[in-house]
């Protein structure tokens, strides 16, 4: 399909301005100069990611799921146009049905695989161009400035998390704006019309609203509705994304309060009980969670047979369809070797050898940062205290439960290199948010090499 327009000449910059002049806004109410910088540079870096991601879609991909969004928001236009009446059943219906009016826009939208209508009958696929609409008539339906809107509301959560674990480490700004803000994958997949950029958004936001209501104590009304509205948009497009969260989030907060004890003894017995209350209160959420229709995919019962299917058709896909070799493999018939063997292919691998696409390059790239500044920690203050030490912090335990974690749940259902780039884009800055707040903690200094990628990401005044 054609993703450009003649009108992108006039409404891309037009995007660009209104995107501009709301961070401006934002940038304003900054009291911290360099913060304000950051703001600029970190959009600016955006706006690339965002005409890249566009091209290599047109030109080199030639298509993907991004695609069936675009199409899904033409189709709800041109239901909309006959009647408009359309519209509020389309923000009203949580996905698509046989019986909804919306039905024949989608079943009949020429698209050549005619598969829009199978893709949207999904509650998770279906809120993507929901959310898309509204920027679309906005933008006159340009794919290009859907990308840039999309992208933008990943920045805004992206800046949000910096904020966040920069009230509690300021001394950490240059490291913490790497982490958060200039990973290239996370803002390259992160710019697109996809389910991406609205998780990796929604995550930011509401650490930042937390922080805010619990540790800064103000603006309470508004990140109450942020968080409603962020979770709402989690556990509808990828409710295991909001699990991960909420479970992590408790874990933080039941260790901070465990500082408050001063006895050593009880401070233990507490710390035991969190643990404990943390895995039940987890697991019944779980539960409680996955019960509703939206979420029966996610069941205890059902996860890991889910994952092994899931498995099997990326694998089929590669083999039969498309016919390449960037699938891998791991032993799920070992509980303690599919958690390990996930957790190294989501955050480092694809390893160098494994490479066969220009695209896996850049996943490539980060996936070795990660493992020669772990395996570095490691060498210098041995395995023990990389474990010991992210249990002694009650943020740094927070990075480390949401970024293993969700490894593993990602990188036991995916046998893709290219579909895990952007499955685990969530967990990777809490990785490398974990690895520097170790570093910082035991008073380690960054390999030379790795503060030559910080100076170029965020060069010294």
């Known amino acids: 399909m054609n993703f450009f327009i003649l009108l992108d000449i006039v409404l891309f910059p037009f995007c660009f301005l209104v995107c501009f002049f709301i961070l401006r806004a934002r940038a304003n109410r900054c009291s911290s100069e360099r913060v304000r910088l950051l703001y600029y540079r970190a959009f600016y870096f955006k706006v690339i990611c965002v005409l890249a991601f566009t091209l290599i879609t047109a030109f080199y991909f030639k298509g993907g799921d991004t695609t069936l969004y675009y199409f899904g928001i033409q189709d709800m236009r041109n ?3 006959d009647d408009p009446n359309n519209f509020w059943t389309a923000m009203t219906s949580s996905k698509l049905t046989e019986e909804s009016p919306l039905f024949p826009f989608f079943y009949y939208d020429n698209n050549p695989y005619d598969i829009t209508y199978n893709y949207m009958i999904s509650t998770h696929n279906f809120t993507v161009p929901k959310v898309g609409l509204l920027p679309s008539y906005l933008f006159g339906n340009s794919y290009l400035c859907l990308n840039m809107c999309f992208g933008f509301f990943a920045l805004g959560g992206a800046i949000r998390l910096f904020k966040a674990f920069y009230y509690f480490y300021p001394h950490l700004y240059r490291e913490l704006a790497v982490a958060c803000l200039f990973l290239p994958g996370v803002a390259f997949w992160s710019a697109s019309l996809l389910k991406d950029p609205i998780t990796f958004g929604c995550i930011g936001i509401i650490i930042y609203a937390l922080v805010q209501m619990i540790f800064i104590k103000k603006n309470y009304t508004a990140s109450i509705l942020w968080i ?6 989690l556990f ?3 409710i295991y994304i909001l699990l991960v969260l909420a479970l992590s989030l408790l874990v933080w907060f039941f260790a901070e309060f465990n500082k408050l004890i001063k006895d050593r003894t009880l401070r233990y017995i507490f ?3 969190t643990f404990a209350g943390s895995a039940l209160v987890g697991f019944f959420l779980l539960n409680y969670l996955t019960s509703l229709e939206a979420a029966q995919e996610y069941k205890l019962d059902t996860l890991l047979s889910s994952a092994e299917s899931q498995r099997e058709g990326y694998e089929f896909i590669n083999q039969n369809i498309l016919q390449n070799d960037s699938h891998f493999k791991i032993n799920a018939s070992n509980p303690v070797s599919l958690v ?3 957790i190294v292919a989501t955050f480092f691998r694809p390893f160098i050898w494994e490479i066969n696409t220009p695209i896996a390059l850049l996943s490539a790239f980060e996936s070795a940062v990660f493992l020669a500044v772990t395996l570095f920690f490691m060498f210098k203050k041995g395995v ?5 030490v992210a249990f002694s912090d ?7 439960v949401f970024a293993f974690v969700f490894a593993f749940a990602v990188g036991s259902a995916t046998a893709n290199f290219g579909a895990l780039s952007r499955y685990k ?3 990777t800055p809490f990785y490398m948010l974990l690895l520097l707040l170790l570093y910082d903690k035991v008073k380690l200094p960054l390999p030379q090499w790795f503060n030559k990628i910080i100076n170029f990401a965020v060069p010294k005044k």
């Open 79 to 81: 239901a909309i146009s």
């Open 271 to 273: 710390t035991v009980m």
């Open 228 to 233: 409603i509205f962020c979770g709402y948009l």
């Open 425 to 427: 884009i969530p967990c």
């Open 394 to 400: 009650g943020r740094i335990l927070m990075c480390f």
């Open 384 to 388: 023990k205290q990389f474990f010991s």
């Open 340 to 342: 390990l063997e996930s």
């Open 236 to 238: 509808t497009i990828k």
